[in-house]
């Protein structure tokens, strides 16, 4: 059975920084396509950043809204995501869900893990 | 981006009746490899998304067979031929022919 567990979220300053994990089971992490998607408040879905797998020399995709403040990065030794987020906004408060899932697909999520920014 | 609009926004249904949810695309999502990658998720309330359907009508494992997926190009359907209890929640579609993924804005299924 494939799981994704996500930790790392809490209540964070504008401006500030966190690092989100997400550890995974059950699936073959090194060859898996790893998402991130997020869920604002009472909102829809919005796909955040994907990495592909180092053998495909782990590219990275951004959302525009995230680019440049957040980092995506995986240890394949750890079968673990993770999620660096820099220069927090308020309109990144949202449940952050690891996925999983093909180049041009989404299958498995985690349960998430909240994010909130406010001062 | 492409951009995918569901209808109807709320879907007040009563249990034992049929329910259909629409999804479009501002773009067509056929890939030139033929395939044609649109998802729909069910999230039930306080729980993450649950993938349904892959690939416009491919049902994943454990799906009931009361749900199906239909469309082409830019149109696509999401069909319950029966609603039961536990379908009540959010419907989202979502297109991966396109980058970046893209998800519809939901539509919210409860019981009259």
């Known amino acids: 059975e494939v799981q994704l567990v996500e930790s790392g979220g809490a209540l964070v300053k504008p401006g500030g920084s966190l690092r989100l994990s997400c550890t995974t089971s059950g699936l073959n992490f090194i060859n898996a396509y790893m998402s991130w998607v997020r869920q604002a408040p009472g909102k829809g879905l919005e796909w955040v950043a994907r990495?592909?797998?180092?053998?495909?020399?782990?590219?990275?995709e951004y959302a525009a809204p995230v680019k440049d403040r957040f980092t995506i990065s995986r240890n394949d030794s750890k079968n673990t995501l993770y999620l660096h987020l820099d220069s927090l906004k308020t309109e990144d408060t949202a449940i952050y869900y690891c996925t999983t899932g093909t180049f041009r697909d989404v299958d498995y999520w985690g349960q998430g893990t909240l994010l909130t920014v406010t001062s | 981006d492409v951009v995918m609009t569901q209808s109807p926004l709320s879907l007040p249904v009563t249990l034992g009746q049929p329910a259909s949810i629409s999804c479009r695309s501002s773009q067509s999502l056929v890939h030139s490899d033929g395939n044609t990658y649109l998802n729909w998720f069910h999230q039930r309330p306080g729980q993450s998304p649950r993938r349904l359907i892959y690939k416009v009508s491919n049902r994943d494992s454990g799906v009931p067979d009361r749900f199906s997926g239909s469309g082409s190009g830019t149109d696509f359907t999401l069909k319950i031929s029966r609603v039961e209890a536990e379908d009540v929640g959010i419907f989202y579609c979502?297109?991966?022919?396109?980058?970046?993924?893209?998800f519809g804005g939901g539509t919210k299924v409860d019981i009259k």
């Open positions: 990495i592909r797998t180092n053998y495909e020399g782990g590219t990275i």
């Open positions: 979502m297109q991966g022919t396109h980058w970046p993924l893209t």
